[in-house]
């Protein structure tokens, strides 16, 4: 009998590639292993050679795009003045968001697979936060009810900040009193919504 498993050169890569695209096609909810084998034209049973189950593929994608992101931010322009470079790790948080929509999601609207059981994914996602955490730890900040540094609150602070806009500008349209507020362009609420968090880190003088 003819074999009619016609497997990708590298199974492995394959499989996260159509994973990914089965995600962008109908949702994260509807990524199986099945499938994915389904697509790939694979016995059902070939992707478990490299994936446990579903939530391994899924963690495996997820890893990847907080990878993708860190290295986004890694590559920004080197700016000696640190509120100018914090402004310019913000510009470029924004444009993976705006630019990246899917994998943005999947790193930050998605619930992620067990952290305990995907340490690899946990250490990436890790890793893009410090590139944050460790950029603060560096500056001189106003401090907070005369309290110790926290690089870590004032990372979750500038984060949440971003991670909020990011979604207001991923919509089409802001619900103004009409309900039909047009969509803000990203660049000048960039630049005053930065403004204002410098306005709030930047030690009084």
């Known amino acids: 009998m003819a074999n009619t498993d016609k497997r990708p050169p590298d199974l492995k890569e394959a499989c996260v590639r159509e994973a990914l695209v089965i995600i962008a096609d109908e949702g994260v ?43 986004h931010l890694e590559a920004r322009p080197a700016v000696a003045d640190p509120f100018d470079d914090l402004e310019a790790m913000g510009r470029a ?68 900040c971003l991670h909020g806009l990011a979604g207001i500008l991923q919509v089409k349209k802001l619900s103004g009193p009409a309900g039909d507020g047009p969509r803000p362009e990203a660049a000048p609420i960039m630049r005053h919504v930065m403004g204002r968090l410098g306005l709030a880190l930047r030690p009084v003088t």
């Open 93 to 160: 948080y924004m444009d993976y968001a705006l630019g990246h929509p899917l994998q943005y999601r999947l790193m930050f609207g998605t619930p992620l697979p067990d952290p305990g059981r995907h340490p690899a994914m946990m250490e990436k996602a890790q890793y893009a936060f410090d590139l944050l955490r460790d950029r603060i730890a560096t500056m001189a900040l106003r401090p907070v009810n005369a309290g110790p540094a926290d690089p870590t609150g004032d990372a979750l602070f500038v984060w949440s």
């Open 29 to 71: 909810e509807k990524l199986s292993l099945r499938e994915v084998s389904r697509r790939l034209g694979v016995s059902h049973q070939a992707p478990y050679k490299h994936f446990e189950s579903r939530d391994h593929i899924l963690a495996e994608v997820i890893a990847r795009a907080y990878e993708d992101f860190a290295r």
